[in-house]
């Protein structure tokens, strides 16, 4: 194993305002971007196949660090060469670092500005992660995409614990840098700061000539006010390196993204469309629904009418509400299909828009049509 050469992989097509249609390329191909990630956490997008995953227009999967290393563990996914032909994905993935997992767990964590030290949420046993080990296990994955370990502090955490957080992910950013990683495999450094916009933007101007291949704006969407996770967006995203990748992790709604969009995002990921769609709620053109709700029983009409996925072509809201009722496990696929599918319709509508130049006029009549569609309650 060498080092990877820090290259330049992305270009940017066509900018419209602050957006921006770009190329990712990768070892396993080419990412059109804006591009939404369906989160494969364990190495699976819940409920479906790979094949259906791509069908929805996904192009890059992500996998998860953490999650991987506990189980099936690394002898495992080593055997297989790594983790595309384990799970049969023969696309790009990008992989979270573990970071995030971890801090989530702050009961079972030890920091300090060397390691981490963890109990695992499955049997108690307990493991330590460096930067340098995370960079280990993200070769033996063979992500095309490896974050960087970093420090995420929750959306209240104070000042003074952010700063830290700072200075801890800039230093454990260097030692992954110097960590040898698999050829072709790029690395992704992540910008803390919390919603402060003068933290992050001091965060930024540290890790940013640090030579890395893309760049992601972390710690967002983990408590935080929306209307300040959009103040950040709207400071910072456009003064990260315009060569470089940028990516708005664990983030969000479709709203979400068309702001971030807006603001010169290039890449997402998010739990929201999968686990969304396992709780019932569905996301259509006229607003989200509540499948559940007694008011889909005898609806014959398609979950959205604007909408080409085999779940919408083939079967009625009242179908799909039975399923979920009755707790049928064909629910989940046609439910998390349908929602991937919404979601990669929106990044697909505003790079087409970007690329005829009339991106603000298709976020303000999203946006507009996303703040007047109620959301169904349950009932």
């Known amino acids: 194993m060498t080092t990877a050469p820090t290259t330049r992989p992305f270009e940017v097509r066509a900018r419209d305002g602050r957006a921006r249609a770009g190329r990712l390329t990768t070892a396993h191909g080419p990412v059109e971007t804006p591009s939404f990630m369906p989160v494969g956490t364990q190495g699976t997008v ?4 790979p094949a259906e995953v791509r069908a929805t227009g ?15 563990g690394l002898d495992v996914i080593e055997r297989f060469g790594g983790l595309h032909r384990l799970i049969g994905w023969d696309g790009p993935i990008l992989t979270d670092s573990g970071g995030y997992q971890i801090f989530s767990h702050r009961e079972r964590v030890k920091i300090t500005d060397d390691a981490v030290t963890f109990q695992s949420h499955l049997d108690g046993s307990y493991h ?9 296990i993200q070769a033996v994955l063979g992500a095309d995409v490896a974050m960087a370990f970093d420090h995420c502090p929750p959306g209240d955490a104070p000042r003074a614990l952010v700063e830290e957080a700072m200075a801890r992910t800039t230093a454990w950013l260097r030692r992954c840098l110097a960590t040898p990683r698999p050829a072709g495999q790029m690395l992704f450094g992540i910008v803390q700061g919390g919603a402060d916009v003068a933290l992050r933007r001091r965060h930024l101007a540290d890790v940013a000539g640090l030579g890395c291949d893309g760049y992601a704006l972390g710690g967002l969407s983990v408590g935080e006010p929306v209307p300040a996770m959009y103040e950040v967006l709207d400071a910072v995203a456009d003064e990260m390196p315009a060569d470089r990748a940028r990516y708005l992790m664990g983030v969000g709604t479709p709203c979400d993204l068309v702001v971030a969009i807006g603001c010169g995002v290039d890449l997402f990921d998010c739990v929201m469309p999968t686990r969304n769609a396992r709780n019932g709620q569905l996301f259509t053109a006229a607003g989200r629904i509540n499948i559940g709700n007694a008011c889909h029983r005898l609806d014959e009409g398609p979950v959205d009418p604007e909408c080409d996925c085999e779940t919408c072509r083939t079967v009625s809201r009242a179908y799909v509400r039975h399923l979920f009722v009755a707790q049928e496990i064909l629910y989940h696929r046609l439910a998390t299909l349908h929602n991937l599918v919404y979601y990669q319709r929106v990044v697909r509508d505003a790079r087409e828009a970007i690329l005829a130049s009339r991106f603000e006029e298709f976020a303000r009549a999203f946006l507009a049509r996303d703040a007047t569609a109620p959301a169904e309650p349950a009932s």
């Open 46 to 49: 819940k409920a479906l196949t």
């Open 58 to 72: 996904a192009q890059m999967i992500l996998g998860n660090t953490y999650h991987l290393y506990l189980r099936p």
């Open 128 to 136: 330590t992660l460096t930067p340098e080990r995370a960079m280990q």
